[in-house]
């Protein structure tokens, strides 16, 4: 069994203290093969008299060592062994060496503080490594080293004006059906929609309640747009020539008879006579089915 400590390849140091009964020993963890960015831990071993004590304000403090190395962590831990103390102290370094060749880089000393003696825990070096292999396979000729520049790329320009024209005129249509839809110029004179209009009043009406008045008024505004589309009164004796001139309303023939039956009777009924069976509701279909063929045209 491979014991942690015992196949750590460490170089071990039993040195003489500044005290001759003070000890210090490092272990490495193993004294090669680090790369950039490895952390490198080792454990120091102070063997001491009983009876002094380690001053905590002597253990080096975590941080940069140098342009290559920083210190991570110190931690310390005391045992008692028969008549001594054995103080272990845990160092983290890291190691930022970009090495280009494998080579040995020193982890610097310090020294301890125990009581009124000091005791230095010596520098020690372990073995960095290159991450790659830097030097190129040997060639006879030296333009062999050498690599053709890397050809240009020419952009095809051909799909991105294609969309560019697509898009324009895609958004040329939509803009045209626009103002089109919303009467901006050219299309201003376009002719009025009358029933849309009177749809739109029609709903607004409706949504405010739907007695006798408010049915009333809307027969009124129905007479008024039919006027406005025939371009002069129209009575229900004049329908065949309006639907004559304007074939796109000739399919609501039905439609307006019923209306024409309900005005009639709504404003020339004669006393104690029934109310026409004529809802708000249904006029506003009337209305709309106007608007519909009107856009249609």
Request: glycine share 4%; hydrophobic share 50%; charged share 25%.
């Amino acid at each position: 069994m491979r014991v942690a400590f015992s196949i750590i390849l460490a170089f071990l140091w039993a040195l003489p203290a500044a005290a001759d009964d003070l000890r210090v020993t490092i272990h490495s963890a193993r004294p090669f093969g680090y790369f950039v960015g490895d952390l490198i831990r080792a454990h120091v071993e102070i063997l001491a008299p009983g009876d002094v004590t380690l001053s905590a304000s002597s253990l080096p403090h975590p941080g940069p060592l140098g342009v290559s190395l920083d210190l991570r962590d110190v931690s310390v831990r005391v045992k008692a062994e028969g008549a001594h103390k054995r103080w272990d102290v845990d160092l983290v370094y890291q190691n930022f060496y970009v090495a280009l060749d494998v080579r040995n880089i020193e982890i610097p000393s310090f020294e301890l503080r125990f009581g009124d003696g000091t005791v230095t825990v010596p520098a020690w070096k372990v073995g960095v490594s290159p991450l790659r292999e830097i030097a190129p396979a040997k060639q006879e000729r030296p333009e062999d080293y050498l690599r053709p520049d890397t050809p240009m790329v020419f952009a095809d320009e051909a799909p991105p004006k294609f969309l560019t024209l697509l898009f324009a005129i895609l958004s040329s249509l939509v803009l045209a059906a626009v103002a089109r839809d919303r009467a901006w110029p050219p299309f201003h004179q376009r002719r009025a929609r009358i029933f849309s209009a009177l749809a739109h009043r029609l709903a607004a009406q409706t949504r405010g309640g739907a007695d006798a008045s408010v049915l009333s008024l809307a027969f009124k505004s129905m007479h008024r747009a039919i006027d406005l589309a025939n371009g002069a009164s129209l009575l229900a004796d004049d329908l065949p020539g309006f639907l004559s001139r304007r074939p796109e309303f000739a399919s609501l023939k039905p439609s307006f008879d019923r209306f024409f039956s309900a005005s009639r009777s709504s404003f020339f009924a004669v006393e104690g006579a029934p109310p026409a069976d004529y809802s708000l509701a249904e006029l506003l279909d009337f209305a709309r089915a106007l608007a519909r063929r009107e856009r249609a045209r």
